[in-house]
T-cell receptor
C-alpha cells in the first residue's frame, strides 16, 4: 500500500532563517506531488505541484520554492522566512492530475518567531 | 477557473442527528467530487467521492449526492457521533491537466 511521510511534524524558526520541509511517498511510482498551506486551521491553498522529477508548477508567487530531486521526494524551501510564512504545510500525492483523489500526509506545523 | 463554495462554515448537531454539508461548483466540466475529513492536527483524509456519471453514493453512515444540472453536491452523515467532529472539505476537479479545487471547509461539532 502507499504511504506518505512528512517531516518534521513541528518546526519553530526565526524570521529570516532558511526552511526545508521534506515529503516522501512509498509504494507507488511517478506520483503527482503537491504542497499546500493551511492558515488558521481552515482553507487549503495549493502552493506547488509536480508531475515528474524536476517539473514544478507554482500556483501562488511567494517567498517559497519547491524541488523534486527524486521520483518520490518533494521538498519545500525558503531562503529567508517571513512571519507570514507561518502555517500548516501539507504534502499530498495522486496517481495523476485531473479527476483523481489526492492523499495527504499529516503536515508540518511551522511557527515563525 | 473552477470555484467551489461550501456551506455552512460551522455546523453544530446533537449526537444521533443527521448533518448535511452543501457545495456548489462553477465549471460544468468538473466530473470528480471528493470529500475529506480533517481532524485536529492531522492531514485531510478522503472519506467518500463521487463521479459525474453517478447521482448518489453511500458508505455506511455517509452518503454523497450530486446534481449536475444545478452544479451542487452534498455530504450527508446520519446518526452522528462525537468522533464525527472535524472539519470537512469538499472539492471538485475535471479530466486532464487540472488539480482539485477545495471549498473553504465546514467545522462539524457533534455534542454528546
Amino acid at each position: 500500500s502507499q504511504t506518505i511521510h512528512q517531516w518534521p511534524a513541528t518546526l519553530v524558526q526565526p524570521v529570516g532563517s532558511p526552511l526545508s520541509l521534506e515529503c516522501t511517498v512509498e509504494g507507488t511510482s511517478n506520483p503527482n506531488l503537491y504542497w499546500y498551506r493551511q492558515a488558521a486551521g481552515r482553507g487549503l491553498q495549493l502552493l506547488f505541484y509536480s508531475v515528474g522529477i524536476g517539473q514544478i508548477s507554482s500556483e501562488v508567487p511567494q517567498n517559497l520554492s519547491a524541488s523534486r530531486p527524486q521520483d518520490r521526494q518533494f521538498i519545500l524551501s525558503s531562503k529567508k522566512l517571513l512571519l507570514s510564512d507561518s502555517g500548516f504545510y501539507l504534502c499530498a500525492w495522486s496517481v495523476r492530475l485531473g479527476n483523481q483523489p489526492q492523499h495527504f500526509g499529516d503536515g508540518t506545523r511551522l511557527s515563525i518567531l | 477557473g473552477e470555484n467551489v463554495e461550501q456551506h455552512p462554515s460551522t455546523l453544530s448537531v446533537q449526537e444521533g442527528d443527521s448533518a448535511v454539508i452543501k457545495c456548489t461548483y462553477s465549471d460544468s466540466a468538473s466530473n470528480y467530487f471528493p470529500w475529506y475529513k480533517q481532524e485536529l492536527g492531522k492531514g485531510p483524509q478522503l472519506i467518500i467521492d463521487i463521479r459525474s456519471n453517478v447521482g448518489e453514493k453511500k458508505d455506511q453512515r455517509i452518503a454523497v449526492t450530486l446534481n449536475k444540472t444545478a452544479k451542487h453536491f452534498s455530504l450527508h452523515i446520519t446518526e452522528t457521533q462525537p468522533e464525527d467532529s472535524a472539519v470537512y472539505f469538499c472539492a471538485a476537479s475535471m479530466s486532464g491537466y487540472s488539480t482539485l479545487t477545495f471549498g473553504k471547509g465546514t467545522m462539524l461539532l457533534v455534542s454528546p
